[in-house]
């Protein structure tokens, strides 16, 4: 036990240490104003490099990586299938599932989903 607390203790000291040094060495001295505008082939910008975004294309990201992350924690289930009791396996999926398409349903009330305005 005293082998594992010292062995933390170490690597805490050392990921302290280096984390100190990145943070004070990585720091800019000056803002040059030439390093901090946009490259342009080494012209001067021709028109703002900061233009606006549609919040469709937002939303639509948001609500595509949701879902991604929600197939990722639906996909396992088959697997654990196997070695869970049927029951449990069921209404876990099921009530899994009816919060997605209620978050769905909700998500179209609002009229997220509506592309044309």
Known sequence: MLLI????LIIFIITSIV???ASTLSKKATADREKCSPFE?????SSSSRLPFSLRFFLITIIFLIFDVEIALILPMILILPFSDILTWTITSIIFIIILIIGLYQEGNQ???????
């Open 5 to 8: 607390t010292t062995m933390t």
């Open 19 to 21: 984390m100190m040094l």
């Open 41 to 45: 082939c080494g012209f001067d910008p």
């Open 111 to 117: 009229g997220i989903l509506n592309w044309s305005n």
